[in-house]
């Protein structure tokens, strides 16, 4: 009796699968039915052009551009970039409570971990092959989380783990307490933060925060973006033209407030540290991506056309920093090595705008490689095998227990 039962049981998660199979292949990737739902086309776009901006970061860092020297022409204009790029990070993290607040599965999780792995050993197997790496790195490869190789990944991972906890508080919470208490994260965590920068003329680090670089302030990132979801992009207002200018204004100021004290600092050469505004727990950073995200968040995308790009980027957005990091990090890739070098000989003319056509040409093509990715997993049916892994897991769990 008890082995028909879980038969029947065996039976059904298979059933169910395949069902939930046929649902997913039944819906082209251009289906009217993406176009037709609910969905924020301007957070869409928003995750898209953070990315880009976290690839501008990264652009700077690993091609030497960032060298503190007054005297090149190019200094500032690769500093003010740099600065009015570094939201993006905090930015990310609001969008996932944004759009995540309502509900979480694991097996989005379990899927988050597949591709990080997938990337991992694609890249260490391809070095194996050239001779580049060991069959020791070529194992490790296989551990991804455990060798810290993408430092948000990690971090999101662990976050993601208490996901079920903090979407019910922010759910089940009283409104105004919701904002008193991000209210109170922002002024502990950012403002006395920097207060501890300026006093211990080092970051302090009280909070282990790591200067953002933690699951626990993503977690805070997330609980804003949730709070933001819930009851701020939730009322449909009629959106003015002077909303979007007064935004835009926010954002630039923040911005160049935050590279004024930069250079400020800088030349005094004081104690306080230069980059005292410049990490993810700046209350000016948060301000530039808070500001982008009303901006973003209230655009009236009409164009099928720019819906149809921005439904095509959107699910390759997040791994073009598993691709470009790794690219860029592994000294192993000559091209990529070269193509830095190549960007830190830029001439000052016009070399804002130039690191960001970088960028974003970087961007496309790190997509379209993930596109390929996209159709192997489509194929292979990964999404709905880790549908089917959180059901078997968690029915087992209830079975044993």
């Known amino acids: 009796m008890e082995n028909n039962l879980k038969d029947i049981k065996d039976i059904s998660i298979i059933k169910s699968f395949n069902n939930f199979s046929k649902e997913i292949n039944n819906n082209n990737f251009f289906h009217e039915n993406i176009l037709k739902n609910k969905r924020n086309y301007g957070i869409d776009l928003l995750r898209i052009f953070s990315m880009i901006n976290v690839i501008i970061l990264h652009i700077n860092l690993y091609s030497n551009l960032l060298i503190k020297n007054n005297k090149n022409p190019k200094f500032k204009s690769v500093w003010l970039s740099e600065i009015m790029s570094y939201w993006a990070v905090d930015g990310f993290g609001i969008i996932s409570g944004i759009v995540g607040y309502k509900k979480s599965k694991f097996s989005n999780l379990f899927y988050l971990w597949i591709q990080t792995l997938f990337y991992s050993t694609i890249f260490s197997l391809y070095l194996y092959i050239k001779n580049n790496n060991t ?6 490869s296989f551990f991804p989380l455990l060798i810290k190789r993408h430092w948000y990944v990690n971090a999101y991972f662990y976050m993601y783990q208490f996901l079920p906890f903090i979407n019910y508080g922010i759910n089940n919470i009283n409104k105004n307490y919701f904002r008193n208490l991000i209210i109170f994260f922002l002024l502990i965590n950012s403002i006395y933060d920097m207060i501890g920068s300026i006093i211990i003329k080092t970051n302090s680090n009280f909070h282990f925060l790591n200067s953002g670089y933690s699951a626990m302030w993503l977690a805070i990132l997330y609980i804003i973006g949730g709070y933001l979801g819930k009851y701020i992009f939730s009322n449909k207002k009629i959106i003015t033209s002077f909303y979007f200018i007064f935004w835009i204004l926010i954002y630039l100021f923040s911005s160049f407030f935050t590279f ?28 530039e991506s808070i500001s982008l995200i009303f ?102 769990i209830n079975n044993f227990i």
């Open 135 to 140: 069959k020791w790195n070529l194992f490790l």
């Open 295 to 396: 901006i973003f968040s209230r655009l009236n995308i009409k164009n099928n056309i720019i819906k149809k790009i921005i439904v095509f980027f959107t699910p390759l957005t997040f791994n073009t920093t598993l691709i470009h990091i790794r690219l860029f990090t592994d000294n192993n890739f000559h091209h990529t090595q070269k193509l830095l070098s190549w960007i830190k000989e830029f001439k000052s003319n016009f070399i804002f705008f130039k690191i960001y056509g970088m960028a974003i040409l970087i961007y496309i093509g790190c997509s379209l490689i993930d596109y390929l990715r996209l159709i192997l997993f489509r194929f292979l049916k990964i999404r709905e095998f880790c549908v089917l892994i959180e059901n078997i897991f968690f029915k087992s």
């Open 260 to 287: 004024a004290i930069y250079i400020l600092l800088l030349k005094k050469k004081s104690e306080i540290p230069c980059k005292l505004l410049i990490n993810y727990l700046s209350p000016t950073i948060i301000l």
